[in-house]
Each structure stands twice: as C-alpha cells, then as structure tokens.
C-alpha cells in the first residue's frame, strides 16, 4: 500500500486542530486513506510538531497519533515524511514553508501565506523553481453553499451577472463583562499579523476570481470599532488593528463585487457568511451550505410605498436549491485531492501563486484605506 508521511505544523489552535487535523487528516486516516485512480488505496501516516511538549503527547494521546515531535528539524530531515503543512501564526508561515521546501518536502498551508507581498511572491517562485507540490488552503471554494452557485453560474441561471453582495461576520466578545471571547487575541494585535483585512481579503480573492471574475480593482474602508479586549490570561489589551472592513471590488466582465466583513456586528441573517449573486435573468443568495434562488419568472413586483406596511414576505418568494449530491467537509475534499495531486499528480489549481494573489490584494486593500482612493490590482509577475 502507498504512504504518504505527513508533518502537521501548527495544529493545536482552532482551525488547525479542529478542521485540519480531526475533520480531516485523521478522518481520512481512521478510513484507511483515499482510493487512487489506480484502485490502490493511499495511506497516510501524520506526526504532528509543536514547541510544546505536554500539548504534543496529550495531543497524540487522545487520537492515538503514533508519533509526534518537538524538533521540527529532525522532522523535516526525516525522508519518511514527504508533505509539510503549516497551520501556525502568520509570521512564521513564509519562513517555516521555505524551510520546508529546502528539506525536499511538498508544501501545504492555510492562508495568508505572508503578511507581505514581496515576501509572498519570493516564496510561489522558490516553490514553482523547486519542482515540488504545492497550496494554499481556498476552503470556502469548497463550501457546499458556494459549490451551489457554482452550478447555478455553469447552467446560465443567472443570465448576465450585474453584481455580488457579501455579508461576512459575527460578534466577537469583547471579553469585559462575563462572556469570553471567541476569537484569540492575536488576531487584534498588528505585531502578530492581526487584522481582518489581512485575514479575510485573502478569502475573497479566490472566491471572487474562481467563481464570478478576476478582481481588477479595489475600494477598501477598514476600522477599529472596539478599541480594547480582554486576552486569553483575563488581561486588557488595546486593539491596534482593523476588525472591520468594507470593501468594493471591480471585477472583470464589468461585474461589481461589494463585501463586508466584520467582528462586531449582531447576525440577522441566513448565515455567518452571505453571498447574494445578481444577474438578468435570475438571482441566489448562499450561505456556507444552502442556496436559495429567484428567477426573473418568480421575481414579485414591489412598489414603493411608505405609508403602508409591507404587503410581500420576500423571503417566501425564493427557493431552495435541493441537494442533488452529497457535500463532505471542505478542508477535507481539499486535502484530499492536494494529496492525489502528490500521490498521482492529479489536478490542483490551489498553488502557492494563488496565496500571493490573496496577499496582493489584502496588501492594496490595506493602502486602499490608507490613502482613501480605488486602486488598480495589476497582474503579478510570478
């Protein structure tokens, strides 16, 4: 049976530990691997690396992991293990990736995958020069609300796409008054690579030029509207970074993408994230697993009319879509097939010049704000 030995980096946070090791790495391994397009089954065998020793044995204790490590060079020396994947901080990701890359592993990481551009792009061309396999998580691509939209898009539903609204968000605790917050403090601290604009553009990039059109231009207002938290030891902290942004993207096609995003906002609808689509002859709204759709056929005709309440339930006027297949989990579906991109070099369109792409326009967002202006987002040499 073919093996692949995996190096999990970073997995003991939220996204790490939750979604890319247990939903995923040891879901895929407690079901004895992935079938390969020869019929051969493809086992996979994780060791999980982290500076800290207790969390490290408690950590493989709990879902029997066989091994596991504090010495991340041994790790990356070992020609047991082909695949490094980094699920860590931020501003260790370009470092670590390269390091990697240098020890001859295939790459995988969550995004973004740097704080800056310069860095970013160095880092797709060393992996590009390499010869070796490599991405960068695009999880919401495979949420099964947007792979809805997707097919909506590929049947003609929608006639000429106008526009796409997004709505992203939640309220995070501040943390001061009984409730703790649900989000790690580093995430509101710039030194740490903080900062929704940063975290959250990344994501709109990929969504926005995979499923609607190449994003040819940026408007970006970001804001700090809670100046103070309470951190993770009961501390206050005062929030030096965005955690709000408001952004407007030109696509191409002549298509206008506008997104909010947002850690202090009360949720009043369908889902933590929305995507509403726009077309001439019809309309979706998505959230991460369902999609609702109004064609122009079904579409009622209001009128405006202040001085009597409203006589339409608009939501009643939209429809379903039926879920024709079954949907697994996103990060899984994507580490699957990075590890028969690997095993047999099947097809990966998530490659590292994609997590430049995200940090290109998250960095112009960022000077979008600062400069009050719309910029251009030029084509990256890679």
């Known amino acids: 049976m073919p093996r692949l030995g995996i190096i999990l980096h970073g997995v003991t946070g939220r996204m790490g530990y939750n979604q890319h090791l247990v939903r995923s790495i040891l879901?895929?391994?407690?079901?004895?691997?992935?079938?390969?397009?020869?019929?051969?089954?493809?086992?996979?065998?994780?060791?999980?690396?982290?500076?800290?020793?207790?969390?490290?044995?408690?950590?493989?204790?709990r879902h029997d992991i066989a091994r596991w490590s504090t010495d991340l060079d041994a790790a990356l020396a070992d020609p047991n293990d082909q695949i490094f994947f980094d699920a860590g901080t931020t501003l260790m990701r370009a470092e670590l990736i390269?390091?990697?890359?240098?020890?001859?592993?295939?790459?995988?990481c969550e995004k973004p995958i740097s704080d800056d551009l310069r860095t970013a792009v160095k880092l797709a061309r060393k992996a590009r020069a390499s010869g070796l396999k490599h991405g960068v998580v695009q999880d919401k691509l495979f949420l099964p609300g947007l792979r809805k939209l997707a097919l909506l898009r590929d049947s003609g539903f929608f006639g000429k796409i106008l526009s796409v609204r997004g709505e992203f968000g939640y309220w995070v605790f501040e943390g001061d008054w009984g409730v703790p917050a649900q989000r790690p403090s580093w995430n509101y601290r710039k030194k740490d690579g903080g900062g929704i604009i940063l975290d959250m553009l990344c994501h709109w990039r990929y969504v926005l030029d995979n499923l609607f059109?190449?994003?040819?231009?940026?408007?970006?207002?970001?804001?700090?509207?809670?100046?103070?938290?309470?951190?993770?030891?009961?501390r206050a902290y005062d929030c030096d970074t965005d955690d709000a942004a408001y952004a407007t993207f030109e696509l191409e096609g002549g298509i206008v993408a506008h997104i909010n995003s947002s850690w202090a906002v009360r949720v009043r609808r369908d889902d933590l994230v929305t995507f509403q689509v726009d077309g001439t002859h019809g309309s979706a709204v998505a959230g991460l697993t369902k999609c609702w759709t109004q064609h122009r056929v079904n579409t009622p005709k209001p009128v405006w009319n202040p001085d009597q309440p409203q006589t339409i339930d608009f939501y009643r006027t939209w429809d379903e879509v039926p879920d024709t297949q079954a949907f697994d989990n996103g990060f899984k579906a994507q580490w699957e097939m990075f590890l028969r991109h690997v095993a047999e070099d099947g097809p990966w369109p998530h490659g590292l010049e994609a997590g430049a792409k995200g940090v290109q326009l998250a960095e112009l967002g960022l000077k979008s704000w600062a400069e009050r202006r719309w910029l251009d987002v030029p084509e990256l040499e890679l």
Request: aromatic share 2%; hydrophobic share 35%; with cysteine.
């Open 98 to 108: 390269g390091r990697a890359l240098d020890a001859g592993k295939h790459v995988y």
């Open 27 to 61: 879901a895929i391994r407690d079901r004895g691997g992935i079938t390969l397009q020869s019929g051969e089954r493809l086992e996979i065998d994780p060791i999980i690396v982290g500076r800290n020793r207790d969390k490290m044995e408690q950590l493989a204790k």
């Open 213 to 234: 059109g190449e994003v040819k231009a940026v408007s970006c207002l970001g804001a700090t509207h809670i100046p103070s938290r309470i951190d993770e030891q009961g």
